[in-house]
């Protein structure tokens, strides 16, 4: 077996919403975006999830 790609990393939600039968549990992952630390210089307190689920680009379901 491979690693494959597995670097990325995804919220414990997400992880179990991989499942068959647990798919709303990607609604209760909140990390839908990066957030930076507070006078961080950059960097990352809470990396974005790294779930299909919220790769939205455009967002034309809702949003602003
Ligand atoms: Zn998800
Ligand atoms: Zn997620």
Redo the contacts with the bound molecule.
């Keep these: 077996m491979s690693a494959g790609a597995e670097g990325a990393e995804?919220?414990a939600?997400?992880r179990v919403?991989?499942r068959p039968g647990y798919t709303e549990?990607?609604r209760a992952?909140r990390r839908t975006e990066d957030v930076p630390l507070p006078h961080g210089g950059g960097i990352l307190l809470v990396r974005r999830?790294a779930?299909?689920?919220?790769s939205y680009d455009g967002g034309r379901d809702g949003g602003r």
């Design positions: 995804m919220s939600e997400c919403a991989q549990l990607h992952c999830c779930c299909a689920h919220h």
